[in-house]
């Protein structure tokens, strides 16, 4: 959207972050300008890693980047519970403001990041497609692993918590990368801390989201662990994820961002084929199996937005 | 395996592909040093790619890179199918080598890359983690994408025919990018090319391993395009990936590359839940989900080679 490339051209990616005003007007950018129905807090999953001892900067070609990654026991022995409040006011802050401004259109998500991707980044010091070193800390020094996620559970579970309590009215925990993990790793060194987020949140009063990306054979799992809704990518059709999660839970999914790159024919007919599989399903979240792409045009967005408006299952929807 | 550091040292990478005397020498180094129970020829999947119209380069850092990536139907129109014989005759000759020097000891498999993981390298021009130019020309230039495919698929039908001509006793096609994709995706626009490989090998009168990774979703679909075994990676438990493709078809996998980095008591853990699984099962074929991490130890592979041979089911096996 041009008037978020020019905020951000002026501000730098994070000051947007850390402006609890501009964070809100980024919020409601989609809002107003799609009919989307919902918000989500303009912020990033990284925050709060800063405040718990690493250093994070946010670079212009290379993204964020984490100069002192862990790689040790000691490392991981520094590692701080950050304070919502002193530390994290500003998301909480953008919250509040962003909750006003919303004024009752729309409900406002809250998120973050779970503790196996943000250990990821933390641990690995940007991106990476196959979590060597994450997966060396789990299977060489699981103390280490197990105290770091701890802290990461504390952390997410009360920045969270903080974010309902000033206004988020459902929450997204976003563990993008544990898809690269075997079931058998996932619950051995991920699930119990996923789970111990999501008790946790049990008192938060709000709808919560699990999401994940290359989760397909993750999701029963991740089920298990919590959320009122599970996320699933383009790669796994929503039938398979609801054989696979049970049909008492609603999904969130699953168009591949690509799919807004295409003709328009292309984009309705993979769009309606998602709405077609969700059909009768006790709750379903529409929504891309990822990010947005940079590259996405905005015409794109509106299409997708309207049809998704308009569409009327084909049969009428039989109550599970 | 130091010995192979010391050959990849003094004459490269690309030097040893299209050396017949070198590939066969490498070929051999796992089977004289670990006693595995197959060899598969040295070789890399991209060689083709140079006949064919694009400029390929291994690099040192990079890894293999094409200078000029195909982005348009023009681009696409001037793809030519290369002559096994001609073009390729050094992996031929690498064959016949290897396979007398193996004298028997262990069969011999041949490999090529998927129409679609081919089709992605070129237009990509290296490695990729959305395949975003190929999803574009899939979808906004179907017709280009599909005259490429074809192409691809003539060109890897003939030159894996022609390797079990030249002596491989087993054939792998290495879809290891598809997993990119939607089911959808997968099913209009990669199935069918695939398929035709398959139906062109029918002939052939050897076993065919169809290998992809990241795959959990798409593996009944690789299975019906064909294959005597298929593969799946780590993110998919063994007993899930047999419920959908059926149990009358043998799978290979599916060890996750990073267990051979672990301790040891955990290498065997994962090693045997994955044994466990396959028991009584009508056709496992162990190994990694993917390739092998240039930091696993020696000693690692050992034992695993070691443990699989020795392990013995804890039930006796059903017969299907």
Known sequence: MAEYRKLRER????????????????TLQPVTAFEVDAAIIFSDILLPLQYMGVELEYTEHQGPVIRNPLRSAADVAAVRVPDPEADLGCVLEAIRLARAEIAGRVPL?????????????????GSSSTCLWTKRMMHQEPDAWRRLMERLSATVSRFLLAQAQAGAQGLQLFDSWAGCLSPADYRDFV????RQVFRALD?????????????????????????????????????DAWNRVGTDVAIQGNLDPAAL?????FLEARTRAILDQAGGRPGHIFNLGHGMLPSAPVEAVQILV???HTYRCPQPPTVA
Chains 1, 2 share one sequence.
């Open 109 to 125: 998500l809250g998120f973050a990041g779970a503790p196996f991707t943000l250990a990821s980044y933390m641990i690995e010091g």
């Open 11 to 26: 501000h730098g990616l994070y000051a947007m972050f850390c402006s609890p005003e501009l964070a809100a007007e980024v």
């Open 191 to 194: 699930y119990p801390y996923s």
């Open 306 to 308: 309207d049809l998704v």
């Open 203 to 239: 008192g938060a009063g709000v709808p919560l989201i699990h999401f994940g990306t290359r989760n397909g054979d993750l999701a029963p799992l991740m089920r298990q662990a919590g959320g009122d809704v599970i996320g699933v990518d383009w790669r796994t059709e929503l039938s």
């Open 261 to 265: 790159l295409a003709p328009r024919p």
